[in-house]
Structures are given as C-alpha cells and as structure tokens.
C-alpha cells in the first residue's frame, strides 16, 4: 500500500469563522441560470474579474491538491470565431445524428432548444468564451468509477464555481460541452498539448436585462433517502421514516 508523509499538525489561529450572508449565498447558487440572449454584447468582461472569478472557482476541490485545472479565456475576435466554427459544426453534427436516430427508430429525440440554435449562431459575439481543461488524461486511467469521479471532480466542481463568481458580478454563462465532439480540432485550433484534456466551455458576458429564477426541480424528500436506499423520511421530522419504491 502506498504511503504518505505524515503532515506536522499546524495550530490554526483561534479566530471566529466569519458569518456567511446565507441568503445570497442560496440566491448566488438558485440563480445561476444558462444565460444565452440577454448579454451585454458590446461590453467586454475585464481581465481582472475573469481572474478574480477564477482564483474563487479554485477553491474548489482538487484531488490530492493537484490543481490540474487550466482556463484557456478566449477573448479575441478570432480566437472567438474559430471556437464558434467548431462548435457550431458540433452542433450542426449533433442534429444530423438526431435525424438519423428518428428515421432509424422511430423516435422522435428531444426537440432541439431555440436558444441552444442561438448560442451556436452568436457565440462568436459573446464578449469571451472559457475553455476549463485539466492535465492529464482520464481514457487511460478512468477504467472504474473511482478514476473518473476522481479526474472530473477535480475540475468540473471549479467550473460550476466559475460561473457561481461570474453571477454574482452580473456576469451570465452557459455550460456547454458539444465542442468535446470535436476535441482534437479545438485542441489542434489552440494548441492544447495532447495530455490536456477539455472539459466544459462557458460562453460567458455581463447580463442585460436578464430574469434569473429559481428553476423548477423535485423536493429533496423526493430525491433524497435516509440510512437504506429507498427509506424516504416523512414530511414530519418526528415520525419514522417511511420504506417507498426508489426510483
Ligand atoms: C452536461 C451538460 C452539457 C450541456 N451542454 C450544453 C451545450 O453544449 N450547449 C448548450 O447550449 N447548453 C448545454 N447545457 C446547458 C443545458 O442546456 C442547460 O442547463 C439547460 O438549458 C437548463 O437551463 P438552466 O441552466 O438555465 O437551468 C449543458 C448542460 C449540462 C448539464
């Protein structure tokens, strides 16, 4: 079995943990919706609040501390539309294999989204685009689930944060992640070395007249169970918890 250096204790200085204004934390957190039309288009996102963003998404988890998460910020016109071009040919590839599965099956998959047709044919407008990568790659490590919760939670978390700190300064973004259909060509595009591997892309700009509402999701107790899987608790605390079919 591996072993590790056994780590000094260090004595942490006895100060009161500063109080969080928890609701603008749940707020920052139920709010933080895709944000796709209304932009700001013509107002860039400054440099030091894209870092300032950053340096609070990372202090997200990181396995073993290795910090391999990467933000490639795309800000020129250029660099921007050859980002849109691969994107919108994932896109635009996405829906011909949704064609060929209806015709194939019968099935009808879900109807593609108005504004996912937006973001492909604006993106390039979007005043900057965030690529999260991390060192490393998880094809020749992420043979169980332990690997690959173990690479991804090492960097997807960061990105959920990203766009945490960027809502909470007016800043809208969406997670996408159809350009990974075309991995090696946006990685060919920016030079991203062939053991980076990407992750999620976040078209990212100030809001203009942007409506963020909680979104309509099931109940915990819906979604949640307590000691066996399936034992849901009752809507009273006081009552034991009830045994119902999981799902
Ligand atoms: C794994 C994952 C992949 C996604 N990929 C895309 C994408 O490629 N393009 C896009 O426009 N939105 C993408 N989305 C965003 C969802 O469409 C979005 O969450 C959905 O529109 C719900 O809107 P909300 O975030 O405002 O609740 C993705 C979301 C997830 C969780």
Same mark, same amino acid.
């Not at 707020?27 to 944000?35: D, G, M, N, Y």
């Not at 849109?84 to 994932?90: F, L, P, S, V």
């Not at 109807?111 to 790659?137: D, N, Q, T």
């Not at 203009?208 to 309509?216: E, M």
């Given at each position: ?30 709010? @933080? ?28 988890? @990181? ?16 660099? /921007? ?12 590839? &996405? ?17 593609? /989204?108005?504004?996912?047709?937006? &973001? ?8 900057? &685009? ?19 919760? +173990?690479?991804? +939670? ?5 990105? !959920? ?14 997670? %996408? ?19 980076? @591997?990407? %992750? ?17 999701? /099931?109940?915990?107790?819906?979604? %949640?169970? !307590?000691?066996? !899987?399936? @034992? ?5 605390? %006081? ?9």
């Amino acid at each position: 079995m591996q072993s590790f250096p056994r780590i000094a204790a260090v004595e942490l200085p006895r100060v009161a943990v500063p109080s969080i204004d928890i609701d603008s934390v749940d707020i920052a957190l139920s709010t @933080t919706r895709s944000v796709r039309r209304r932009i700001a288009w013509e107002r860039p996102v400054e440099r030091e609040v894209i870092e300032q963003c950053i340096d609070v998404a990372t202090q997200a988890p @990181t396995g073993l501390s290795a910090e391999a998460w990467r933000f490639l910020i795309l800000v020129d016109p250029e660099r /921007k539309a050859r980002m849109a071009e691969i994107y919108r040919g994932a896109f635009a590839e &996405l829906g011909a294999v949704r064609a060929d599965y209806a015709r194939r099956t019968g099935i009808e998959p879900p109807r593609e /989204k108005p504004a996912h047709r937006f &973001l492909a044919e604006r993106m390039h407008e979007m005043p900057a &685009l965030i690529l999260v990568c991390s060192h490393g790659r998880p094809d020749a490590q992420a043979d169980t689930v332990a690997r690959q919760v +173990g690479f991804y +939670g090492s960097v997807l978390p960061a990105a !959920w944060s990203l766009m945490v700190a960027l809502r909470a300064r007016g800043i809208g973004s969406t997670w %996408t992640s159809l350009h990974l259909m075309r991995e090696r060509e946006t990685a060919a595009a920016f030079g991203i070395p062939d053991d980076v @591997t990407q %992750t999620v892309l976040l078209p990212i700009g100030y809001t203009r007249d942007a409506v963020l509402r909680r979104a309509t999701r /099931k109940p915990a107790h819906q979604v %949640t169970f !307590w000691d066996d !899987w399936g @034992t849901r608790a009752t809507t009273r605390a %006081t009552e034991a918890p009830t045994r119902q079919p999981a799902r």
